[in-house]
């Protein structure tokens, strides 16, 4: 590659600068991304020139990750080749106390060494050195001959002040309030030169619970006022589940540490307010989602968890049908029309949507999106955040999008007869369009259209199809077990051809699934593609159940019967297939 224009540059680990970097085989970063493929020789020019302007000097992988070209997880990944390993930021770090415990505190300053994560098997350690083979001798003999090591990159500075800021403090949820109760601090802490604001038990209280529920894979934190204590529950696997009461005191200044993290305004506390916290928890990048609103005894706060390393999902992976999987590839290869996916709040439309687009995205294809907000940033995919604030409302942000040559546009949500006739306006005109839509089926999409206010006329030929979906939970692979096949599993109820009996499973709990008997969720699906005979009933303003019908001649199977599927391999039970779905159409699904 040439250069000649530029001066020479070196990028070096992020965030410490390694000289080793430059003795890897393949010299600079520039050429190393250029050589995988990962960028052109044009987006390397664009960022030297960048450099050049920056003041002070910023390294050229991290220009690259701010233009967009690249990620930060594949910088990593480029130089974990060059060097051998990966490099991690420490500031905006947030660690659980059980990690830090592993490693002890004289250890990790001796050898400038910080534990991140924990896996069954694995210790992910943030190191100055990664090639320090004492340092890493003496961790292992700490965390047990069995463990494997993963060191990453960290600078010395960063980890110096990420240890006085772990280590000084007690960082347990039980440990913080019996700090906030008794009003003690060990006096050899407050000598430590930490971050004064950290010195403050709340902020480490909320630090805590954001750690806490990251660990224990929640997707929403509920930080409910009542009149007389705090309330804190986990949505985990789709179910909320109460995890602590604290004292009603606490509550306000807690209410203004999560407002002040997410750049809220801590004054008004009489109007509903949305915000954004970014923090690395654990060793990985995590986003929250806030919104507040005023309540009887407070402002009830909830924070959406997004975690991007389990954003994106491929199709293959969504657990679809081999048929289903089939016919969803052939309504993804038609070039014009509207594709919906159809379920309630939490049921996975957007991670479905994203998978889609993933699959999609190409340098052959200008896809946008518009969304409410944008959830996970995709590279390549131009990301638009609907703004009431300034008027791009959905239908607006469809309109302009439509003057940007777009091949492919993502709707977040389909709320009103502007915004679907918008929708529909754009797959006439020969744009492939992908929307969400609140309804209980696929099928149920066609009404929901039309009481929307777009006719049957326009709606026919215009719908590539509908994915309808539902998240159950998971049995825990550790603690289920077979037990007697239930009726519906049995010959007779019309949904089991060969006539064999089928064993069912539940499970019992473990300390593995924190007893409560599942661990992870999975999709239930129904995917309904349009032809011309489906569009001719719609056309023809056919009923719901007529739709069904026609669907059903053509392969068609609703949730409900993929959720049996699910049931019959062992995956979920039917209690929770129950919780979630209507089955009594399938015979007597209830568990006894």
């Not at 204590?229 to 604290?246: M, P």
């Not at 991007?308 to 016919?327: D, H, N, W, Y």
């Not at 590539?464 to 239930?486: D, E």
């Amino acid at each position: 590659m040439k250069e000649s224009s530029a001066p020479a540059v070196t990028v070096r680990p992020i965030p410490g600068e390694d000289s080793r970097v430059e003795g890897t085989k393949g010299g600079r970063i520039g050429e190393l991304l250029v050589a995988r493929g990962a960028v052109s020789e044009d987006q390397v020019r664009i960022a030297l020139t960048e450099q050049r302007r920056a003041r002070p000097r910023e390294p050229l992988g991290r220009i690259l990750v701010r233009l967009g070209f690249v990620t930060e997880a594949l910088i990593r990944d480029v130089l974990g080749g060059a060097l051998g390993c990966d490099s991690v930021d420490l500031a905006q770090a947030v660690i659980d106390s059980e990690i830090l415990a592993v490693i002890p505190e004289h250890l990790a300053r001796r050898h400038r060494i910080l534990g991140l994560s924990r896996g069954s098997s694995a210790l992910t350690v943030a190191m100055e050195d990664p090639f320090d083979v004492i340092a890493l001798d003496q961790v292992r003999a700490c965390a047990g001959a069995d463990v494997e090591l993963r060191p990453v990159l960290a600078g010395a500075a960063e980890l110096d002040a990420a240890i006085d800021r772990f280590y000084g403090f007690e960082l347990s949820i039980d440990g913080i309030l019996r700090e906030m109760e008794t009003g003690e601090i060990d006096e050899r802490f407050l000598q430590i030169h930490a971050d004064p604001e950290f010195r403050q038990p709340l902020v480490r209280l909320v630090n805590a619970l954001l750690c806490d529920a990251v660990k224990r894979e929640a997707s929403d934190i509920h930080l409910e006022p009542e009149r007389d204590f705090l309330r804190v529950r986990y949505r985990i696997d789709g179910v909320l589940r109460q995890i602590r009461s604290l004292h009603r005191s606490y509550w306000s200044a807690i209410a203004v540490r999560v407002k002040v993290m997410a750049g809220m305004n801590i004054a008004e506390a009489r109007a509903p307010q949305d915000g954004r916290i970014s923090l690395a928890v654990s060793g990985r990048s995590i986003d929250f989602r806030v919104s507040s609103l005023p309540t009887t005894y407070g402002e009830n706060i909830v924070l959406r968890v997004l975690d991007r390393e389990k954003g994106i999902v491929s199709l293959e992976s969504m657990g679809f049908a081999p048929r289903q999987l089939a016919t969803l590839r052939l309504m993804l290869a038609r070039p014009q029309g509207i594709m919906l996916v159809t379920g309630p709040t939490g049921s996975g439309k957007t991670t479905m949507l994203y998978s889609m687009l993933s699959h999609l995205n190409c340098e052959r294809r200008n896809i946008m999106t518009l969304e409410d907000p944008v959830e996970y940033p995709m590279r390549m995919i131009r990301q638009t955040s609907v703004n009431e604030a300034v008027r791009l409302t959905f239908a607006d942000g469809i309109r302009s999008m439509m003057r940007q040559d777009p091949d492919v546009i993502l709707v977040g949500e389909i709320r009103d007869h502007e915004t679907a006739l918008m929708a529909f306006r754009a797959a006439m005109t020969g744009h492939q369009v992908f929307a969400t839509l609140h309804t209980n089926s696929a099928v149920g999409a066609i009404p929901r259209l039309v009481d929307a206010g777009i006719a049957p006329g326009i709606i026919s030929g215009n719908v590539i199809g509908v994915l309808g979906m539902r998240l159950v939970r998971r049995l825990c692979a550790l603690c289920k077990s077979r037990h007697q096949p239930l009726p519906a599993e049995r010959p007779g109820d019309g949904s089991h051809d060969s006539g064999e009996i089928v064993p069912s499973y539940r499970s019992s709990g473990c300390e593995s699934c924190d007893h409560s008997g599942y661990r992870g969720r999975l999709a239930v699906l129904e995917v309904l593609r349009f032809d011309a005979i489906l569009d001719e009933l719609v056309a023809r303003h056919a009923t719901g159940p007529e739709l069904l019908e026609a669907a059903r001649a053509r392969g068609f199977s609703t949730m409900a019967e993929d959720a049996i599927r699910r049931v019959r391999a062992g995956e979920t039970s039917l209690d929770e297939v129950s919780r979630v779905l209507d089955v009594s159409d399938l015979g007597d699904c209830r568990c006894p």
